[in-house]
């Protein structure tokens, strides 16, 4: 089972994201860990085998980039990382049961015909939500964080866009898509992953 | 509980807004009820409740047109029966407990918070359902079928928008879209149901 899970900033799709991993027994990985992986297209395969092999989030995403010794110090050009991206996603996915949060996975598996969920919510939902996760000291008004949203996921749009096959966020290229507003996300979890199971023929 | 379903033509809509009522113990109520009840806006206000009092579509849906002797001959003006559909799906709505398909009910009773399910699926499927449910005989190309789809949808899309809010299937104005491209209806309706009762916080 293959599981990928695009979201609007803010909407809570990396939660689903984990959540729906956990209840299913599916492996997890996040936008963070393929990117932190991708940026290192000087690293050798052996190295990347590893750190999937290795079990993806919980293990790396915040540390291997500095505890690694061999990593290289300057980053890849961008079309390096992009095209390491996709190697990288690919190579997730033939290893099979995963759930990939972000990275245009949706689009880049295709051919591997995943169950696609897109999340999002309406602007006061994702307000609430950023505010809750606020660092200390943080104080964007409803204008700035608005803006926010705008700018982080146009350009997950305009990444998505670049491969094609149908718009992000357009509910053709999705098999499910979920409005996180007024919903306890935890609540909902169980019922997802039955829905996604017997979403088959 | 209140449910609304939207539908593309031809993606099963119906079929999931039957099944998920039957599911959720809910009342049922199609748009062909609501229309034929409004159609006749000239009747009174008992009679309207007497058909909405003995249970919706599967008494009346096909038959009391016909077999009531004081409906009026001549269709109503297009604009009274948009105001009695209106009032109608209020109506059945302050009852509580119902699922409505079409009919803009999403919109309409948008003061009472119904969980609302936008259903669709990509041309081939519609294509395919469509032969499966064809009148012998029948025997439309795919290039037929796409342009009835276009002009049906097109027709709710042009009444839904006239009520405004959000645009008819816009991800913005429903809590959850359901992708039924290669899903066998039936298998998905437990886990739908759960996730609706699982949906408020």
């Known amino acids: 089972m293959i599981v990928t899970v695009s979201r609007q900033f803010g909407s809570g799709g990396r939660e689903v994201g984990k959540r ?23 690293l ?42 996709q190697k990288i996603i690919k190579a997730i996915a033939k290893r099979g049961n995963c759930l990939i949060v972000g990275r245009s996975a949706d689009v880049i598996l295709k051919d591997f015909r995943p169950f696609r969920i897109f999340v999002y919510a309406d602007n ?47 509910k053709a290229g999705y098999d499910l898509m979920l409005n996180t507003t007024n919903i306890d996300i935890k609540k909902i979890i169980p019922a997802l992953a039955e829905y996604i199971k017997n979403s088959t023929k």
């Open 124 to 170: 006061a939902e994702k307000i609430e939500r950023c505010r809750a996760r606020a660092a200390e000291g943080e104080n964007y008004t409803d204008k700035q964080l608005i803006k926010q949203f705008k700018e982080i996921d146009g350009g997950r749009k305009k990444l998505h866009d670049l491969l094609g096959t149908y718009p992000w966020g357009d």
């Open 20 to 42: 729906l991993a956990d209840e299913l027994g599916l492996q997890y990985y996040d936008k963070e860990l393929v990117e932190e992986i991708a940026n290192h297209t000087d």
């Open 44 to 85: 050798n395969e052996g190295y990347v085998a590893s750190v999937l092999e290795n079990g993806g989030f919980k293990h790396y995403a915040f540390t291997f980039g500095r505890s690694m010794p061999f990593v290289s110090p300057t980053p890849a050009p961008v079309t390096d990382v992009l095209v390491a991206q």
